[in-house]
């Protein structure tokens, strides 16, 4: 029996409490929040589950095996710091901190302490991106020529991060897990429209070894919700539209031949083929998540998204919150 604490139980910290608490051999031992009303609701739910307002009390207790960390971004590295050292493993939601010391800091005292360090992001394990990313390594699409990304909505309005840092590193971290690359270049632009100096439009440019492209475009102020990737090929073209019920995935058998123009009797040809839907075991996302790390603490493997993932992703974050602010491209080193 694994027995676990969530920290945190505010915006995503219920979803993570439902997800945990429904999993065979997962012992809820507490959650832990400064909010004691908001907590006490949560908590009247799970009768099993005890509250605490003191972190220390979790740390102290040695039947905790792990502790997971759904707490705003600034509080992460203190709390996940202090849990390593404890000898607790730890899943903390995305992103693993604000400054790249502290994420370097958690990773030396993961390894130090032996404890498993896995990072929140969910993209990585939604079936459609196992799928896509096994279609891209195959050369189904062919070679890879874009990916494209957005992620639009009405709300919801955030006053401690700006866009970026709440809806980019989901796009970040999936793109460079579909192309198993690090970005060279990052290039951002965005608006803040509603509250002074925090942006709630904004446009990513990630130039990728290869002459790949990434374009992420995430803001709070769109008409509709999407969700969707689109990664074009020299092959063919793929849509991952995660607002629809199923058929999540569509394969698109069209490309334009690469082709030096001659005359314009000789143009490069556009091929447009059928549409084919592969098959995909659709689960939920955070399902799949949470069962990882739970697998990854009874074996003591290497998350997929472990803290030098959750490190890569944030230097690109910290480079788009620089080119932002400085209205220029920002190279990776």
Same mark, same amino acid.
């Given at each position: ?18 997800? /945990? ?21 949560? &908590? ?6 005890? /509250? ?39 899943? *903390? ?25 896995? *990072? ?47 809806? +980019? ?21 965005? &608006? ?5 100096? *925090? ?107 472990? &803290? ?11 480079? +788009? ?13």
């Amino acid at each position: 029996m694994i027995k676990i604490a969530l920290v945190g139980i505010g915006y995503w910290g219920p979803n993570l409490l439902r997800t /945990f608490i429904s999993l065979p051999g997962i012992d809820v031992r507490f959650i832990c929040d400064k909010n004691k009303q908001l907590a006490a609701k949560i &908590g009247f739910s799970y009768p099993t589950v005890d /509250f605490s307002t003191d972190y220390n009390q979790i740390l102290a207790d040695k039947d905790i095996d792990a502790i997971v960390i759904s707490t705003p971004g600034v509080t992460h590295y203190a709390i996940a710091k202090a849990a390593l050292t404890a000898g607790k493993d730890v899943f *903390v939601e995305k992103p693993i901190t604000l400054k790249l010391k502290e994420a370097e800091n958690l990773l030396k005292a993961a390894q130090k302490n032996k404890r498993i360090l896995m *990072v929140g992001h969910l993209l990585e394990y939604h079936p459609v991106t196992v799928k896509l990313k096994a279609l891209i390594e195959k050369k189904t699409l062919g070679d890879v020529y874009y990916i494209e990304s957005r992620r639009l909505n009405l709300g919801k309005i955030r006053r401690e991060e700006n866009v970026i840092w709440s809806l +980019a590193t989901h796009d970040i971290a999936m793109m460079m897990f579909l192309l198993g690359k690090t970005p060279i270049s990052v290039e951002a632009n965005g &608006g803040s429209y509603i509250q002074k100096r *925090v942006e709630d439009l904004a446009f990513i440019t990630l130039q990728f070894p290869g002459n790949i492209l990434g374009h992420i475009s995430v803001n709070w102020l769109s008409p509709r919700k999407i969700r969707e990737i689109t990664v074009v090929g020299s092959k063919k073209m793929a849509i991952f539209d995660d607002m629809v019920h199923d058929e999540k995935l569509k394969i698109w058998n069209q490309y334009q031949e690469k082709k030096r123009f001659v005359d314009y009797s000789h143009l490069p040809k556009l091929k447009f083929g059928s549409i084919s839907i592969p098959r995909v075991k659709l689960e939920e996302p955070l399902k799949l998540e949470c069962e990882h790390f739970i697998e990854c603490v009874k074996s003591r493997k290497q998350p997929r998204s472990d &803290g030098s993932d959750g490190l890569r992703v944030l230097k690109i974050l910290m480079a +788009a919150q620089e080119s932002l602010e400085k209205r220029r491209v920002v190279k990776i080193v």
